[in-house]
């Protein structure tokens, strides 16, 4: 079995045909079930672009992130410092303000970090996360170069109005809906294509073995720190629509346990294709609902405790599906398909 083969990047048909049937549910989502539940699915959509934002640095190029919230918290506090009171900011500059600010700052911040390796690198960007999230959780009130930024500290702070989308009425929930639907298609497709370009191939072969493609002659640097800032351009995407959905940022976005939930959706849905990072992303955000619902037994409130379940929950899947959940069902279909 080849690599590609091995990690999913080449998915078999019948896997094909079950994500066209995840599409096909997404669509028809609005249609058949109730407001709450369709900006739930949103939510997830959101958190999958996210998940995938991170997929490319940590499923493809081999580069695993603990501050990538950063990037995501970013694009949502862009989106907070546009807006106004008095009415919507439109969607057509805010937008791609926010995906720039994403993407600057880890160009900037990726220009330091790529330079280290393993456990290093895992350390530095969680340390440039950390500083970030201090530097708006300490300040309601931001004054840099004369100009202020209202950040709201602790507090958080809302956004009051959806971005202006011009003939789409962002404010009606279905419409958004099918704009996130939209960006998540739009984003699922591009790595796709990005993933199978020259720029993808080197990617994976840095994440096999960097000094080999360092041999071969390309300039590792680069391409690390040009995923490093795509990835974080993405993050800050997700990050803008998270803002105009919930209406509300805080901190705690920009945090560390944001970056490790991401995390967890790359790995819970198998690492290297982008769909698993999708899948992921809703697993995990369902499961959360499950265990937080869960009842009290015996006086102990296992619904209170459901971080333990979570984690033991990944654990199970590392151990016994290393694939993912992605990988079950390719698995699964594959004995299903067999004589």
């Known amino acids: ?38 900006q739930m699915v949103a939510r997830m959509m959101i958190l999958a672009i996210f998940a995938m934002s991170l997929d490319l640095l940590q499923g493809v190029t081999g580069l695993v992130s603990l501050g990538h919230a950063a990037f ?12 106004s009171d008095a009415g919507a900011v439109s969607l057509w500059w805010t937008l791609p303000l926010a995906v720039a ?6 160009l900037v911040i990726g220009f330091f970090v790529v330079r280290t390796h393993g456990i290093y690198f895992i350390m530095v960007t969680m340390a440039f996360a950390q500083m970030l999230f201090y530097l708006v959780f300490d300040n309601k009130d931001l004054r840099i170069a004369g100009l202020s930024l209202r950040l709201g500290g602790s507090d958080g702070i809302y956004i ?22 939209a960006c998540l298609l739009a984003v699922y497709a591009f ?19 960097e000094h080999r493609m360092r041999a071969l002659g390309y300039g590792t640097f680069g391409y690390k720190l040009a995923a490093f800032t795509l990835a974080g351009a993405l993050a800050g995407l997700a990050g803008y629509l998270w803002g105009a959905q919930t209406g509300f940022m805080n901190p705690e976005l920009l945090g560390f346990h944001m970056s490790a939930h991401a995390i967890m959706m790359v790995i819970l849905g198998g690492m290297g294709n982008f769909a698993g990072a999708i899948a992921g992303a809703f697993a995990f955000e369902y499961l959360l609902h499950v265990f937080k619902d869960l009842p009290t037994i015996g006086g102990f409130n296992t619904g209170k405790h459901w971080q333990l379940w979570i984690g033991l929950f990944i654990v199970v899947v590392v151990a016994f599906a290393p694939r993912g959940l992605l990988g079950v069902a390719e698995r699964l279909l594959r004995r299903r398909e067999a004589p």
């Not at 600010?101 to 880890?106: D, G, I």
């Not at 009425?169 to 996130?180: A, I, P």
């Open 191 to 209: 790595l796709r294509r990005l993933l199978w370009s020259p720029f993808g191939r080197v990617l994976a072969g840095i994440r096999v073995n």
């Open 72 to 83: 995501f918290g970013l694009g949502g506090y862009a989106l907070s410092l546009v807006s």
């Open 101 to 106: 600010v994403a993407a600057l700052f880890a």
């Open 1 to 38: 079995m080849s690599l590609a083969q091995s990690r999913l990047e080449v998915l078999p048909r019948s896997l094909q045909v079950l994500l066209a049937l995840g599409l096909v549910a997404l669509v028809a989502c609005p249609f058949v079930t109730t407001d709450f539940y369709a």
């Open 160 to 181: 009051n109005f959806k971005p202006d989308a011009g003939l789409v009425d962002l404010e009606n929930k279905t419409v958004f809906y099918y704009f996130t639907l």
